[in-house]
């Protein structure tokens, strides 16, 4: 290493120490970075990502949804979808993998002090809302009611299912869906849009967070529209292929911005100003 | 004029094979047998620059190599515990000393896009930083431009001398040299000896005339808002490029596009991490894992190629054109797609475009 001591392309060598089969396609995996102080100095906000690397297979790039308050591991839920995430799935206990974190900009949880709380997720878009409920879970005395919305095609598709219970005792409302009726099940059945609709929390001195693919999402903005939910109030992370991860290949821009760099949280009321690039 | 140097024809490469022993020299020469035309290489014995024409390709790949390394990795067993695998990892190499001779002013400028990104943002790219730092150019003033040549219409011209570090203008018998910074000045005792007074004097005159070429028609600095009203202007898009195929080639001979991918290379245990030039041309590009893609047809990758250039990197870097206006991508395009129409257009009236 000569001219820069820093390289923000070489990643940290981690070890996995857990992994949890959330559902059939998604993995959450539990990594230490192999530096004790480097994972002891280790520091990220609420909403930032990572770039996880399997060395000979590529990188990829996941939110870090393990909270800030909570340093044991880092923790990162994979759904198998390309090829670095097949790769991933297919790693045990002990293997080796890089970590270039954190990387992005975070959700304004300052802003969102005092404030009641609107979570809104699909599927594996509840994993970057998960690190901002636990990090509030955290911090309860800071937040208002905090009510949740998560849905997944079934049961079978939830993940952090063994985590519910104690969401709920925390004092928060959990609100559950699938989009089809299945055997035993005892919560809601719907789109989560249909269900948003539903519950229907009122704007009153709140903030909505909703991630999840991209089709419920719009639906979901048009349901927060519907509540009359003002632009500000409205906040999502973005997605786009990425390589670098650092505001340079060029692949993730919406014209001026660099979901990268400038992400990958956006209130509505950014996106608006961006060019219709979705 | 500050330090100069006066380089006859014949001696030129003996200059050349001098800076050679304590750099990598890029010079433009024919490859191929011709057959591919003037491409920057590296310096060998006997082998002259070939100075009268633009050559083809850029020397971008001096700062930035088509691929390079970031990093090797070794999968290894732990000796202590035979059970474990290890990876050792290594990064950064030291990268030799260069100069670029003979390049034109629109090739070094595009490097101030380059130092924009990997430079001045939120993170430095070290690799490029370090070639930045030990590369140094001595660019030929402009007297050739051809019908495909517009510097002047994006705020440079045949006589830019930013981004260089010796300024070369040829004059009777040869070629004068002028250090344009302190860099450049320690160079000039191993290019020649210095050069007289009335040589000083035809140069200046060569410079001048030069300066005052004006090389494209109109101003093409002005179109971020006309970019952004034009937009969503599907059928403009659509129409302008109809006829592209994709090829990519726009993107590979540009002074300014620094796109690039990272993939991983690897055999047996040991492996490399390559970062190789990429193209916002291809449908790949954009593409997700989930199959969603952004940017989906080629209307609207040639848009952000448009917007990159004349909107959107202005917007965000006080009003800075990515674009040398070198003509590159108008002589290679296979197709004949002209950047400088499609953004001329942009401030018509909807329906009196017409691609041609």
């Given amino acids: 290493m000569t001219a820069s001591a820093h390289n923000p392309y070489r990643p940290e060598l981690a070890t996995i120490q857990e992994i949890i089969q959330e559902t059939p396609t998604i993995r959450t995996f539990r990594v230490v970075l192999n530096d004790e102080e480097k994972m002891r100095r280790f520091s990220f906000q609420p909403g930032q990502v990572g770039q996880l690397s399997v060395f000979g297979v590529g990188e990829s790039t996941f939110v870090i949804n393990s909270p800030p308050t909570r340093k044991d591991y880092l923790q990162f839920s994979v759904m198998r979808a390309g090829e670095v995430t097949q790769r991933l799935h297919q790693l045990s206990l002990g293997d080796q993998i890089g970590v270039r974190a954190p990387l992005g900009n975070s959700f304004p949880i300052e802003d969102m002090k005092g404030h009641n709380i609107l979570f809104v997720g699909g599927g594996i878009g509840m994993a970057p809302l998960r690190t901002l409920l636990l990090y509030m879970l955290d911090n309860r005395q800071d937040y208002g009611n905090i009510t949740v919305i ?125 060019v219709p690039e979705l | 004029m500050s330090g100069t140097a006066y380089i006859t024809h014949n001696e030129l490469t003996s200059a050349l094979e001098r800076l050679s022993k304590e750099m990598d020299v890029w010079i433009p020469v024919e490859t191929g047998d011709k057959k591919w035309g003037i491409q920057f290489s590296k310096y060998q014995p006997g082998k002259a620059p070939l100075l009268e024409r633009q050559s083809t390709t850029l020397p971008k790949k001096v ?64 690799y490029y930083a370090q070639r930045r730092e030990k590369t140094l150019f001595a660019t030929l003033v402009c007297e050739t431009p051809d019908s495909a040549c ?154 952000n190629r448009v917007g990159h250039k004349f909107s959107y990197f202005p917007d965000k870097y006080n009003g800075m054109i990515s674009c040398c206006g070198c003509g590159r991508c108008i002589r290679s395009c296979p197709v004949s797609v002209d950047i400088r129409q499609i953004v001329r257009q942009l401030k018509e009236e909807a329906g009196d475009c017409v691609s041609t």
């Fill in chain 1, 150 to 274: 998560y849905g997944a095609r079934s049961p079978e598709d939830l993940s952090y299912g063994y985590e519910f219970d104690k969401w709920r005792t925390s004092g928060m409302d959990l609100v559950l869906t699938i989009d089809r009726e299945s055997p035993g099940w005892k919560e809601r059945v719907g789109f989560v849009p249909t269900i948003l609709a539903e519950v229907a929390p009122t704007p009153f001195n709140r903030i909505a967070i909703t991630c999840g693919p991209p089709i419920m999402i719009k639906f979901v903005l048009a349901g927060l529209k519907e509540l009359e939910y003002e632009d500000h109030q409205i906040i999502t992370t973005l997605e786009r292929r990425m390589k670098c991860g650092i505001g340079i290949c060029g692949r993730c821009n919406i014209g001026t911005k660099y979901v990268c760099v400038d992400g990958p949280v956006f209130s509505y009321e950014q996106l608006r100003h961006m």
């Fill in chain 2, 63 to 126: 700062l930035f190599p088509q691929v390079e390394t970031l990093l090797r990795f070794c999968y290894q067993k732990d000796v202590e515990d035979r059970s474990r695998v290890t990876i050792d990892l290594k990064d950064l190499e030291d990268m030799a000393p260069a100069m670029v001779f003979g390049a034109r002013p629109c090739d070094v400028r595009g490097f101030l896009t380059f130092d924009q990104v990997f430079l001045n943002g939120l993170h430095k790219d070290p």
């Fill in chain 2, 150 to 303: 517009f510097c002047s219409s994006v705020g440079s011209g045949p006589a830019d001398q930013a981004g260089s570090d010796l300024w070369i203008i040829p004059i009777e018998g040869g070629y004068l040299i002028e250090s344009l910074n302190e860099r450049g000045e320690k160079l000039l005792p191993k290019m020649g000896k210095e050069a007289t007074q009335d040589q000083i004097e035809s140069a200046q005159r060569f410079q001048e005339k030069a300066a005052n070429e004006r090389v494209g028609e109109g101003d093409l600095t002005r179109y971020v808002r006309a970019f952004e009203e034009r937009f969503s202007d599907k059928a403009y898009w659509r129409d302008m490029v109809s006829k592209c195929i994709s090829c990519g080639i726009c993107t590979y001979v540009c002074p300014t596009c620094y796109c690039f991918t990272i993939t991983d290379e690897m055999k047996e245990l040991e492996g490399e991490r390559l970062r190789s030039w990429d193209s916002c041309m291809f449908h790949q590009y954009t593409q997700e894992a989930s199959g969603h893609n952004p940017r989906p047809t080629k209307f609207e990758r040639y848009r």
